[in-house]
């Protein structure tokens, strides 16, 4: 079975500075995607970043980086020069290529708020 | 290129009625999953579609069900409708390859609400 971990509280940082949001997972199966969308208020789960478990190098995506560290088993999302437009929650998910697992495993989410 | 649309947005219903959602995925994405989202439970995967075909199931009742159609396009079905089911559905399409990368992309999700 997957399993995916998001233990902050209710995370705030500062517009134009830089947060890591913390997750790690635990999973059996050799290979896995990793993946952190965002869902704001309105309730819509926006796509930010993919990190496969057999990257050699931590994928970028704009402001959005994930810092991967495979025998910790941890895929933390970096943002960069915060915005306003920031604030929601996020949520770390894994799937595995094939079988009962290929299904997207949630982490609960971690509240950013962005303050001005 | 269009995003996932689901529809109804809102929808209010009594214990004991059904309720049907529907999904329309990214043009060319043919797997369609469902999701159901609660304070309490968080996330929890429902099922897959993939071709016509359920390919992933998660742990719901019977009571929730889906089909797909040729044109890739998902309904979600709850009969007998109970307090506790009570949730934001979200819809996710990917193009269907399968593997880990098989990204998936969501829908703005239909909130139900029973009463």
């Known amino acids: 079975a997957q399993k995916i971990t998001q233990t902050q509280p209710g995370m705030f940082v500062q517009e134009k500075e830089a947060v890591t949001l913390d997750c790690t997972y635990d999973t059996s199966d050799p290979s896995y995607g990793l993946f952190w969308y965002k869902q704001p208020s309105s309730g819509e789960m926006i796509f930010l970043i993919y990190q496969g478990s057999y990257d050699q190098q931590n994928a970028t995506e704009g402001r959005y980086s994930l810092n991967f560290q495979k025998a910790r088993k941890s895929a933390n999302l970096v943002i960069s020069a915060s915005q306003l437009g920031d604030s929601a929650m996020y949520f770390c998910?894994?799937?595995?290529?094939?079988?009962?697992?290929?299904?997207?495993?949630f982490g609960k989410g971690i509240t950013l708020s962005v303050r001005p | 290129k269009a995003g996932v649309t689901q529809t109804p947005r809102y929808l209010i219903k009594t214990r004991g009625q059904q309720v049907t959602l529907s999904c329309s995925p990214i043009?060319?994405?043919?797997?369609v999953s469902w999701y159901q989202q609660t304070p309490g439970q968080g996330l929890q995967f429902l099922f897959e579609?993939?071709?016509?075909?359920?390919?992933n199931k998660g742990n719901f009742p019977g009571r929730f069900s889906g089909r797909q159609f040729s044109n890739s396009r998902s309904e979600m079905n709850v009969s007998t409708l109970e307090l506790g089911d009570s949730a934001l559905y979200l819809c996710?399409?990917?193009?269907?390859?399968?593997?880990?990368?098989?990204?998936?992309?969501f829908g703005p999700g239909t909130r139900l609400t029973v009463l």
């Open positions: 043009s060319g994405h043919r797997s």
């Open positions: 579609y993939f071709s016509e075909t359920q390919r």
């Open positions: 996710a399409s990917s193009p269907g390859w399968g593997g880990s990368t098989d990204t998936q992309y």
């Open positions: 998910a894994m799937r595995a290529p094939t079988g009962a697992n290929s299904k997207l495993t």
